[in-house]
């Protein structure tokens, strides 16, 4: 079982996920076309920087940003999003399967500190957990279908996490834990873990008011 | 009742206008995170406060989001329905953010056009008009 989850599956999952996010960006350019901006805002962006600026300044502009409005979301959505990646992609026993696999040879983080990242990650989690259960705005929209992502986002970290620590049967929990990495890297092109690529698909590519520098598509 | 209400909802339309906007509609719809973070963006959430159901998310999910869960099989009950959602409770002002960079405003003024291309629509003159828009 082991070598199954370590061997074919894994590439399955490898393949899935890099051809599908390589057919979303095919498809997006597809669908959107290059036009001249029609959104040109006097004298630049509202929420334009200075170059140079005080710490004062700094707050002011995120005054104006999600910041403002959400700063606790924001923080939690920022460390989730950094951990997310970081984690998983800098930790040492990772390190050893790609060398083993590639003979390639990543620049890890000790284990102590992947360790509280994980925590920080299953914390904010547990706090996006919360709040769907328990805010309005956040229950009125919310379905069965948002728990299943969550949980689906959850497990490989979480099952990570008792594997590391050794908890329950050390070969099952690891089996469940690849398993599950695999079943997050085979949805994320086809459900809404797709913002992942189409953040910057949609933020950058796109002309829009909110678009991060010059977006000059349209759909 | 007038002549445009009494006659059924083509089905074979809608569902033709849906596909023709499928590409963005259906990317967009399916990458909402479901955060809530727009809420506050819409002056018309705080002013009612907070009630979820000014919330441009919960708009596009209920109405353009339905529409394309039922690929288009609806009924004339169903888009006076979302009616109220696409011309009450939005006025089309653009400001609403989603940090994903969703355009809420697009699917609500295509929702618009969906309805209207069935004969539904709001009439604000209240001598013609059998409901009230206030």
Request: proline share 4%; net charge positive.
């Amino acid at each position: 079982m082991y070598d199954f989850v370590r061997g074919p599956l894994l590439w399955v999952a490898f393949i899935v996920f890099f051809g599908g996010l390589v057919f979303q960006i095919f498809q997006f350019f597809a669908v959107t076309k290059k036009k001249d901006p029609v959104f040109l805002p006097a004298g630049g962006k509202g929420l334009e920087k200075p170059s140079t600026e005080s710490t004062a300044q700094v707050f002011e502009f995120l005054r104006g940003t999600i910041f403002g409005t959400h700063p606790v979301m924001t923080l939690v959505t920022f460390l989730f999003h950094i951990c997310l990646f970081v984690a998983p992609l800098f930790l040492l026993a990772h390190s050893i399967l790609f060398y083993e696999s590639w003979n390639v040879s990543t620049w890890t983080f000790s284990e102590s500190t992947t360790n509280i990242l994980t925590l920080i990650f299953l914390a904010c989690c547990a706090f996006f957990l919360l709040r769907r259960l328990f805010i309005r705005k956040v229950r009125a929209i919310t379905t069965a279908y948002d728990y299943l992502v969550l949980a689906i986002t959850i497990a490989p970290f979480l099952s990570g996490y008792m594997a590391y620590h050794q908890w329950f049967d050390y070969k099952t929990v690891l089996i469940a834990h690849i398993l599950a990495g695999e079943v997050m890297l085979i949805v994320i092109p086809f459900t809404k873990l797709g913002h992942m690529l189409f953040f910057f698909l949609y933020r950058f590519l796109i002309g829009s008011e909110y678009s991060f520098g010059q977006g000059t598509r349209t759909w | 009742m007038t002549e445009k209400e009494k006659k059924p909802v083509d089905t074979g339309q809608i569902r033709r206008l849906l596909d023709a906007k499928k590409g963005k509609m259906k990317r967009l719809l399916s990458h909402c995170a479901h955060c809530s973070i727009c809420a506050e963006s819409c002056f018309l959430y705080m002013s009612h406060d907070g009630d979820p159901q000014y919330m441009p998310s919960y708009k596009v999910i209920n109405s353009l989001g339905r529409l394309y869960r039922k690929k288009g099989k609806v009924d004339r009950d169903f888009l006076e329905g979302i009616k109220s959602i696409v011309w009450r409770n939005c006025v089309l002002c653009r400001r609403c953010y989603c940090p994903i960079g969703i355009d809420i405003p697009s699917m609500i003024a295509f929702t618009r056009s969906i309805c209207r291309s069935q004969g539904v629509y709001p009439l604000f003159d209240e001598t013609t008009a059998k409901e009230s828009w206030l």
